[in-house]
């Protein structure tokens, strides 16, 4: 079961991050990235790291994914760059695909699947990535300040209006 | 909780380079604005208190940090031969950045945080420490390459740079992954006690070398070199062919030597193909380059193959005279870049074989200079360059790899060409139209005093040298 | 003795530095400083000689230079027979020509500079002669080299002298390739690269490694000496001025190669095939070479040519292992080439830097001094009885015919015909024949200054006695070999008796007929100058060309090596040749287009060599 799941979201993984680099339109790419990383912290949670796929929800898919969308709407703006979408027909595939949705959530609410078997893993938890952050991985942990330092740093030299 | 001990210093001289780029960016926003060049003379003060604290840590053998970094004399070996290139590449840019009116604290900052994930590669005890303080290092000088803005070769320098090396980030990266799943640690002294050869080892040792391979621009993995070195302002390039390739070596021998010891006979296989092809293609295509900037990128390359066949040798000697040729690499090289650099047009002209045409008959002094850096690059005595191929061909016959010594020494045959050839055009050839004579000033005059008198002492009295690279590496190899 | 030993090379050292720095203040005196410090390194060598003389050898060390483990190379020196005869002859001529120097450079902007290098070329020459190891020596190997290349590209100004320099300095690489390789390998076997050590272990090493490192040692003697096939550089090299040509390309630093090849011997012998090898590359090169300065017109051309041939003479008298012979030659060498070098420049400069054979004639009444002493130079090379190229050539014939060698025997007493031609063929062309220069030339003719033509009678009274003085051979050989005896094993040569006397009779027979045949071609009638540069037949235009082998060299190897390098470059690097303006375009093109186009375009095809690499690791490393 376990081996299926693990497939089924690796497939999932793989074709999105495809997509990704497929698509033409930055848009899809950035969702297709979105749904990549959602992906990623499915698999994350399968391996009972439940603060790392908190994490990648919380900072990549949600925070930075919608910079980056940001970024590409203030970057690129107009029809003319994207382009005329030949797919336009395929949005009303959204609606039946929201309904479906909605079953499933519904669904989810009526049958209440039996808990986990086994409590989330200690290890995999906030408190253990905490501890380990402050002790085995305290260097590590205080590098990548310095590491988020130089990218900031970076970041205002290129941006600079005039140097 | 069980903290652990808080020992900075065995970190001393990161963290004192560390301190002088918060200390440059404050500096920054306090007046004068307008001029920058103090902000330079501060990096230079914090690069040589780290030079001080790497001579007072000498000796000093410990771990620290849960055994995430190591202090022995390999990380100060090392943090001696980054902390020249990068005070040469602060002497290098004052004036060059003031004569393009690009002064600022974000370059010496970035390039301080550049050197502190240089001097960090080199003392790393753990992968995840190599991958992040490899990160740190290749940030700061993706952006700087990119530091002409109005540039546009410096931009697309820097794009590429950028992307190619997130390409080999990603193999590294993955390559750390698969030896963590081999044996279940990133340590680098546990890896080496699983002792681990099977094939998920297998497959991340070669993404590993992918990784290292692209930092050192090993063939084929130097395609981004060229490029890099053309676009990135000059100084930036002196710092990127010096330093980060040290850094990448430092880190490139600590983890084969010590913790992927168990898959030497595989490794050592590769990096014989890998020195081969490296040498080879270097110099062959250097040949063909009019661009002075581009045919050093390849003479880099080249000399990464000859650094690749002490590897290969193995062993202390092997493995000192690799770090040996390093310091001299840095010195001569960015010496080279120096000279480049101060002979250049504000507007990155000036740098193509033609204009070199006659060049000793304007700047005799700097010609002359150049013309004593490319003879310690081919290898002639009495200068750095000569004792280093020296000591790494013996090292390399001695280890019976006199294949390997022969294709090195019909390579260093073949250099000779295109270093001479440059000298031809500076000392024989008329010079082409005209052209302002501005004479070096004192900071530049000052880097080049210093590289050069690095190679003659290197050439003439190497022994003390030797026996430090000798005694730095002995510890790893124990 | 321990002092005038360290003089030796420290007297130059110091005058070039001098003349280096101070050079510009210095000016014209530039020669006050460069001659008295040959003059002392001169001196301090004559008294080094004296102490050889009584008995006394010396090595020292100045400092330990590399050590590393068991690698340990000092800068150190040795002073033994052989050295003290270099030493005597790298300074006494280098001191004649730096005298000479002074009227020959007299007008040149480059005064100092010439003299500055001058003496720091004598510097290296007497460091590489006195090395006691092979580390310092290959590093003042290629110190000499690095000067041969300063004064040869010392005319800047002519394309073809800038050329001729690099030229000699890259096929001088090709050579020392081999020669480091030598070095490395011999210390790796040895475990020691001092002469003593090694020569004492020499007998040790297997055969075949014997070989190995003897013929690698050799390949960079071939460089330096310009023997076959690494001779090509020398004729160029006469580009540099002719005191440069006479001192380095003549007289000292071409020698090296035979003095290592004669220093080395134990090594040679050990092999065994090395030294055959060492005597047939230089039979085959002596008449190689002569018979390319047989037909020569530039009259620094035909004595480079002949240098070469002379060179060739040495390497069969080492290779047969008639060291002392080949010593010798080398020594009487120096004397007459050295001469007919100076000769031919006080002709050049006479006639205002002409150099073809064929605008001269009949400069004999005009330049007495230098006609005189340069037919003795001629008279010399040609190897007429009672001069002293006679005496050292003939031991060099007898010494291979005792040593059964037939086949080289002929060769070289073919080659001894033709060196006689050659050499009177310039007599007679440059001196005895009708002028054939222009009027105005013809009427600006005047003998050289003082200062030019007394290093010519030097050198002329030297080619006159050397041989009476020393190389006439005895019962127990020549002086010459008898102070040599410590250095090399006795070579048993049968003097006196019918077939030393026949020998001789045959070489003095040789050496006439040569005279003749050059009487006949060159002194009985006129020649028309457009006679002798104009290739009749096939043979004669193969040596006027040297046999091709420059042309084949740029076809065979110099231009693959580009259209290689050019490929290589095109395949990997998509902006060589035209890359300023592909660059800019591309960087227009990327970011007017963004990101986007940056990634379809060249970056891609980057990562793909990238990629071919990661697969080519992986599945290497996966395989095993």
Redesign the interface.
């Given at each position: 079961m376990q081996t299926a799941v693990f497939f089924a979201i690796a497939a999932i993984a793989v074709a999105s991050a495809l997509g990704l680099i497929v698509r033409r339109n930055p848009i899809h790419g950035a969702l297709f990235l979105v749904v990549n990383l959602g992906s990623v912290a499915a698999i994350y949670l399968m391996l009972n790291a439940q603060f790392l796929a908190a994490a990648q929800v919380i900072i990549y898919a949600g925070a930075i994914m919608v910079l980056f969308v940001f970024a590409i709407m203030v970057l690129i703006p107009g029809k003319e760059e994207t382009g005329p979408d030949p797919l336009r027909p395929f949005r009303l595939v959204a609606i039946p695909f929201g309904a479906f949705l909605l079953v499933e959530i519904l669904l989810m609410l009526v049958v209440r699947p039996a808990p986990p078997r086994e409590p989330p893993g200690a290890e995999g938890g906030a408190e253990a990535i905490g501890r380990l952050l402050f002790t085995d991985y305290l260097f590590p942990f205080e590098l990548t300040s310095v590491l988020l330092l130089a990218a900031l740093v970076g970041v205002l030299a290129l941006a600079k209006r005039k140097a | 909780?069980?903290?652990?001990a808080?020992s900075l210093r065995a970190i001393l001289p990161a963290i004192v380079i560390?301190t002088t780029a918060a200390l440059v960016?404050l500096l920054d926003l306090l007046p004068p604005r307008e001029r920058k060049g103090h902000l330079a003379v501060v990096s230079l003060a914090g690069v040589v208190a780290a030079l001080l604290a790497t001579t007072w840590l000498w000796g000093g053998e410990s771990r620290?940090?849960?055994g995430?970094?190591v202090l022995d004399g390999y990380a100060l070996f090392l943090d001696l031969v980054i902390c020249y290139a990068a005070g040469l590449v602060v002497l290098l840019s004052m004036d060059y950045l003031r004569e393009r009116?690009?002064e600022?604290g974000?370059?010496y900052?970035?390039v301080l945080?550049?050197t502190?994930?240089m001097m960090?590669m080199a003392s790393a005890g753990?992968l995840?420490?190599v991958f992040?303080?490899l990160?740190?290092m290749s940030?700061?000088l993706?952006?700087l390459a990119?530091?002409f803005?109005a540039r546009?070769?410096s931009?697309?320098a820097a794009?590429?740079y950028f992307?190619?090396g997130a390409?080999?980030t990603s193999?590294f990266l993955y390559g750390i992954a698969l030896v963590y799943g081999s044996t279940g640690t990133t340590n680098l002294d546990r890896i080496a006690a699983s002792a681990s050869r099977d094939?998920l080892m297998?497959?991340g040792?070669?993404?590993l070398?992918?990784g290292f391979?692209?930092k050192i621009s090993a063939?084929?993995?130097h395609?981004?070199a060229?490029?890099v070195y053309?676009?990135a302002p000059t100084s930036v390039t002196a710092l990127i062919a010096t330093g980060s390739k040290a850094a990448a070596f430092a880190a490139l021998i600590r983890v084969l030597v010590t913790s992927l010891r168990s898959?030497q006979p595989?490794?050592t296989?590769?990096l014989w193909g890998l020195a081969a092809a490296t040498m080879t293609?270097g110099n062959?295509?250097?040949?063909?380059?009019?661009?002075l900037k581009?045919m050093l990128a390849y003479s880099s390359v080249a000399h990464v193959g000859y650094m690749l066949i002490g590897l290969v040798a193995g062993g202390?000697?092997g493995t000192?005279a690799v770090l040996f040729y390093l310091l001299v690499y840095t010195f001569t090289t960015a010496g080279a870049f120096g000279v480049v650099l101060l002979l250049e047009h504000a507007g990155g002209e000036g740098v193509?074989l033609a204009d070199y045409a006659g060049r000793a008959r304007r700047h005799p002094i700097l010609a002359l200079v150049l013309s004593l850096f490319l003879?310690s690059l081919?290898g002639?005595?009495?200068f750095g360059g000569?004792?280093g191929k020296?000591?790494l061909?013996?090292a390399a016959?001695?280890s019976g790899y006199?294949g390997l010594?022969?294709i090195g020494?019909?390579n260093?045959?073949?250099a000779?060409?295109y270093y001479?050839?440059l000298i031809?055009y500076m000392?024989?050839?008329?010079p082409e139209g005209v052209e302002a004579v501005s004479t070096p000033s004192f900071a530049g005059g000052l880097a080049l005093a210093v590289a050069l008198v690095g190679i003659v002492v290197l050439g003439?009295?190497?022994?003390p040298f030797?026996?430090l690279a000798?005694a730095a590496v002995t510890p790893l190899l124990r | 003795m321990s002092t005038s030993v360290w003089l030796i090379p420290a007297f130059p050292l110091a005058g070039a530095l001098v003349n280096a720095i101070f050079g510009r203040a210095i000016g014209r005196r530039a020669h006050w400083v460069a001659v008295p410090a040959t003059a002392a390194a001169f001196v301090a060598a004559c008294v080094t000689f004296s102490g050889v003389v009584r008995g006394a050898t010396y090595t020292g060390q100045l400092y330990p230079w590399i050590v590393a483990g068991a690698l340990k190379a000092g800068v150190s020196v040795q002073v033994d027979q052989l050295a003290a005869v270099m030493l005597l002859v790298v300074t006494g001529v280098g001191f004649l020509i730096h005298v000479y120097s002074i009227g020959y450079m007299q007008s040149d902007p480059g005064y100092a500079r010439f003299f500055s290098y001058l003496n720091l070329f004598v510097f290296s020459m007497t460091m590489l002669v006195l090395a006691s190891n092979y580390l310092l020596l290959y590093v003042f190997w290629e110190a000499v080299g690095l000067c041969s290349y300063l004064l040869i590209g010392f005319w800047y100004q002519r394309p073809a002298a800038a050329q001729a320099g690099k030229k000699a300095f890259i096929v001088n690489r090709v050579g020392d390739f081999g020669f480091g390789l030598g070095v490395i390998w011999l210390w790796t076997v040895a475990g020691t690269l001092q002469y003593a050590e090694v020569f004492a272990r020499a007998g040790t090493l297997g055969r075949a490694t014997a070989t190995g490192i003897a013929l690698l040692l050799f390949m960079g003697a071939c460089g330096k000496s310009a023997q076959l096939p690494l001779h090509t550089w020398l004729p160029d090299a006469m580009e540099g001025p002719t005191p440069v040509s006479a001192l380095i390309h003549a007289a000292t630093m071409v020698t090296a190669g035979v003095y290592m090849v004669a220093r080395s011997h134990a090594l040679f012998e050990r092999s065994g095939v090395a030294l055959e090898v060492v005597a047939w590359v230089g039979g085959v090169t002596a008449i190689f070479a002569a018979t390319i300065a047989l037909v020569q017109t530039d009259i620094k051309r035909v004595l480079a040519y002949s240098t070469i041939s002379q060179l060739g003479y040495m390497f069969a008298a080492v290779g047969v292992g008639a060291y002392t012979a080949g010593i010798f030659h080398l020594v009487t060498h120096a004397f007459f080439k050295a001469l007919l070098f100076l000769g031919a420049g006080s002709i050049i400069h006479a006639l205002g830097g002409e150099q073809d054979l064929r605008k001269m004639g009949g400069l004999a009444p005009r330049m007495v001094p230098t006609a005189v002493t340069m037919t003795i130079g001629a008279a010399g090379l040609a190897g007429v009885p009672g001069f002293a190229g006679f005496f050292s050539k003939d031991e060099i014939l007898a010494a291979i015919y005792d040593g059964g060698s037939l086949g080289l025997w002929s060769l070289l007493l073919l080659g001894a015909f033709l060196t006689s031609v050659y050499a009177f063929r310039l007599l007679f062309l440059a001196f005895y024949c009708a002028p054939r220069m222009s009027p105005e030339a013809a009427h600006h003719v005047h003998e050289s200054p003082t200062v030019m033509t007394v290093p010519l009678m030097v050198l002329a009274a030297l080619t006159v006695v050397t041989g009476f003085a020393i190389g006439i051979p005895s019962g127990e050989g020549t002086l010459f070999a008898q102070f040599l005896a410590p250095v090399f094993p006795p070579h048993e040569v049968e003097h006196g008796g019918f077939g030393a006397y026949a020998l001789l009779l045959l070489s003095v027979i040789v050496v006439a007929a040569g005279f003749l045949l050059a009487w006949l071609l060159y002194a009985t009638r006129p020649v028309a100058p457009e006679d002798l540069g104009r290739p009749r037949t096939p043979i004669h235009a193969l040596l006027f060309n040297a046999y091709y082998v420059d042309r084949m060299y740029d076809a065979v190897i110099v231009r693959p090596l580009f259209a290689l390098s050019v490929l290589l470059a095109r395949g990997f690097d998509a902006g060589v040749l035209d890359g300023a303006v592909n660059a800019v375009g591309r960087a227009v093109v990327a970011w007017a287009q963004g990101l986007r186009r940056v990634q379809t375009g060249y970056v891609v095809n980057y990562a793909l060599t990238m990629l071919l690499g990661v697969v080519a690791l992986v599945g290497f490393l996966l395989s095993r």
């Open positions: - | 909780m069980d903290f652990p808080v560390l960016l620290a940090f849960r995430m970094v009116g690009l600022s974000e370059y900052a970035l945080l550049a502190v994930g960090l753990d995840i420490v992040l303080s990160e740190l940030l700061s993706y952006v990119g530091y803005r546009l070769a931009g697309e794009m590429k992307l190619l390409f080999a193999f094939s297998m497959v040792v070669a993404l070398l992918v391979g692209f063939v084929p993995f395609m981004w060229p490029d053309v676009g898959t595989d490794w296989v590769l293609v062959v295509v250097a040949i063909a380059q009019s661009n581009r202390v000697f000192g193509s003879l081919i002639i005595p009495p000569f004792v020296f000591y061909f013996g016959v001695r006199i010594a022969v020494a019909l260093t045959a073949v000779s060409y001479l050839r031809v000392y024989m050839r008329e003439v009295v190497p022994t030797i026996d000798q | -």
